[in-house]
């Protein structure tokens, strides 16, 4: 299954709101993840089955969508949110999206 | 806090061999289902191997099928990963990485959520 995110980077103030998007090739219900990743820093889950928030993340981080399409939404960005942000499915062998940039703009 | 910690990379021949080992601390460790993850910036982010709680059922992606072997000695609270006949595009940072949830929390094995990571441990493959 290919996961594809768009687009491939965001340049974006704090403060502003956020919505990024994973597609899958087929579909993978509920079965999507979002990982966040810092330079230096190994993936840090974020969303698991689509919309539950991995435990101490932020409720500014929220996930959505079923089937091929999926999004995640941070409602303000922080600082420390900059970063690239990935999707993951586990429906069938885990793949992963090519990622999201979100720069500061 | 739960901490995984990767060693065992290096520079390594086409062809040849490298054992890499994940010390597990903070957690039940026998309770859990392993993986390892490796990243790439010519392949990103791939799912490498599985292997369940007790280590009765294993997976593998078939870019690593017939060359890889994961293992696990709950004694020592380690997860292993041999690498044999190794190529050039088995070059990237290799993870360990935790599935989240206990293995009694799911109805069937299989590689389901990551977390934790560790740091990772890279891997060379050069002449």
């Known amino acids: 299954i290919v996961l594809t995110q768009s687009p491939a980077t965001l340049s974006l103030s704090p403060g502003e709101r956020v919505t990024l998007s994973c597609r899958a090739s087929?579909?993978?219900?509920?079965?999507l993840a979002w990982f966040q990743q810092k330079p230096g820093q190994a993936p840090r889950l974020l969303i698991y089955d689509a919309s539950n928030r991995a435990t101490g993340i932020p409720a500014r981080f929220s996930g959505s969508g079923s089937g091929t399409y999926f999004s995640l939404t941070i409602s303000s960005l922080e600082p420390e949110d900059f970063a690239v942000y990935y999707c993951?499915?586990?429906?069938?062998?885990?793949?992963f999206g090519p990622g999201t940039k979100v720069e500061i703009k | 806090d739960v901490q995984l910690v990767e060693s065992g990379g290096g520079l390594v021949q086409p062809g040849g061999s490298l054992r890499l080992s994940c010390v597990a601390s903070?957690?039940?460790?026998?309770?859990?289902?392993m993986n390892w993850v490796r990243q790439s910036p010519e392949k990103g982010l791939e799912w490498v191997a599985y292997i369940s709680s007790g280590g009765s059922t294993i997976y593998y992606a078939d870019s690593v099928k017939g060359r890889f072997i994961i293992s696990r000695d709950d004694a020592k609270n380690s997860l292993y990963l041999q690498m044999n006949n190794l190529r050039a595009d088995d070059t990237s940072l290799y993870y360990c990485?935790?599935?989240?949830?206990?293995?009694?929390?799911?109805?069937?094995?299989?590689?389901?959520?990551?977390?934790?990571w560790g740091h990772g441990t890279l891997v060379t493959v050069s002449s």
């Open positions: 990485v935790r599935d989240r949830h206990p293995a009694s929390y799911y109805d069937r094995s299989g590689p389901h959520w990551f977390d934790p």
């Open positions: 087929q579909s993978v219900g509920h079965y």
């Open positions: 903070g957690f039940t460790f026998s309770d859990y289902e």
């Open positions: 993951q499915q586990r429906s069938n062998w885990p793949t």
